[in-house]
């Protein structure tokens, strides 16, 4: 064959099989391109709040992908919102055997068990969470509640202290362990805490409510009539349940007069 010839053909064989390869290539990109579509259409629901458009976009991505574990566990999230709690489980079980370091899941398994008050599985899901990533933060915070409630005071205060430490702009793990701090009595540390809720969020009207009680168990009863007296001003569905302690304190303070 003329040398010319060859080369021309070997030149055109080469052509067509890099048009093939780029053809091939871009139905494959198209495919993948539909996936991800429908996957950050999913996400993007799930943070707009539309759950069931979510739970609908993550039906047909896991249709296409079943291996993927962060679109079972965001289903799994958004059926939590929705409160179907079995179907949740049920999804986050499937990220964690698609990928068992999935310290998110089990913290999210963990407050699944909570509702469905299963504690001591609930503490386990935590841990795990915790072992998997030690400055998950989140996860201290929930396995402090869950220790509060099983009167395991001072595991709940190191729980809520390490959150704090891993993040000291943690409003809800300041107000949590003020909780613990007044169930056993330490209303000046709870005071001190629920000052920092505040600071943090000066719209958190439960950490007025709760200051004003700490302050009333300390007997500081004119800081608890201003706090207990702002509740009522902010919220009047507070007013019968605070107004008996708020009567007791000015009581308590013209008697100390």
Same mark, same amino acid.
């Given at each position: 064959?003329?040398?010319?010839?060859?080369?021309?053909? !070997?030149?055109?064989?080469?052509?067509?099989? @890099?048009?093939?390869? %780029?053809?091939? #290539?871009?139905? %494959?990109? /198209? $495919? &993948?391109?539909?996936?991800?579509?429908?996957?950050?259409?999913?996400?993007?629901?799930?943070?707009?709040?539309?759950?069931?458009?979510?739970?609908?976009?993550?039906?047909?991505?896991?249709?296409?992908?079943?291996?993927?574990?962060?679109?079972?566990?965001?289903?799994?999230?958004? +059926?939590?919102?929705? #409160? !179907?709690?079995?179907?949740?489980?049920?999804?986050?079980?499937?990220?964690?055997?698609?990928?068992?370091?999935?310290?998110?899941?089990?913290? @999210?398994? #963990?407050?699944?068990?909570?509702?469905?008050?299963?504690?001591?599985?609930?503490?386990?899901?935590?841990?795990?969470? @915790?072992?998997?990533?030690?400055?998950?933060?989140?996860?201290?915070?929930?396995?402090?509640? =869950?220790?509060?409630?099983? $009167? !395991?005071? $001072?595991? /709940?205060?190191?729980?809520?202290?390490?959150?704090? $430490? %891993?993040?000291?702009?943690?409003?809800?793990?300041?107000?949590?362990?003020?909780? =613990?701090?007044?169930?056993? &009595?330490?209303?000046?540390?709870?005071?001190?805490?629920?000052?920092?809720?505040?600071?943090?969020?000066?719209?958190?009207?439960?950490?007025? %409510?709760?200051? #004003?009680? /700490?302050? +009333?168990?300390?007997? !500081?009863?004119?800081?608890?009539?201003?706090?207990?007296?702002? =509740?009522?001003?902010? &919220?009047?569905?507070?007013?019968?349940?605070?107004?008996?302690?708020?009567?007791?304190?000015?009581?308590?303070?013209?008697?100390?007069?």
């Amino acid at each position: 064959m003329n040398q010319d010839i060859f080369r021309k053909r !070997k030149k055109h064989f080469l052509f067509l099989v @890099i048009l093939f390869s %780029l053809s091939f #290539g871009n139905n %494959l990109l /198209a $495919q &993948d391109s539909s996936e991800v579509i429908l996957l950050n259409s999913a996400i993007s629901a799930l943070e707009n709040d539309s759950l069931n458009l979510s739970i609908e976009y993550f039906n047909e991505y896991i249709s296409l992908v079943d291996n993927n574990p962060e679109a079972f566990f965001k289903r799994g999230l958004a +059926y939590f919102y929705l #409160g !179907k709690y079995f179907e949740a489980m049920d999804d986050v079980n499937k990220a964690i055997i698609l990928d068992s370091s999935y310290a998110e899941a089990y913290n @999210i398994k #963990g407050l699944l068990n909570k509702r469905m008050k299963n504690i001591n599985q609930a503490y386990k899901d935590y841990s795990k969470a @915790i072992q998997l990533n030690p400055d998950f933060e989140e996860a201290y915070n929930n396995r402090g509640i =869950v220790l509060g409630e099983l $009167q !395991k005071f $001072q595991s /709940a205060i190191n729980d809520f202290s390490k959150a704090i $430490q %891993l993040n000291p702009h943690y409003t809800d793990a300041y107000f949590n362990r003020s909780y =613990v701090y007044i169930e056993i &009595d330490e209303y000046n540390r709870a005071i001190l805490d629920l000052n920092m809720t505040i600071e943090l969020n000066p719209n958190y009207l439960q950490a007025y %409510l709760s200051r #004003g009680m /700490a302050y +009333y168990f300390a007997r !500081k009863y004119q800081n608890a009539i201003n706090d207990l007296e702002y =509740v009522i001003k902010v &919220d009047s569905s507070y007013e019968k349940d605070v107004t008996p302690f708020i009567e007791d304190a000015k009581k308590n303070l013209r008697m100390q007069k």
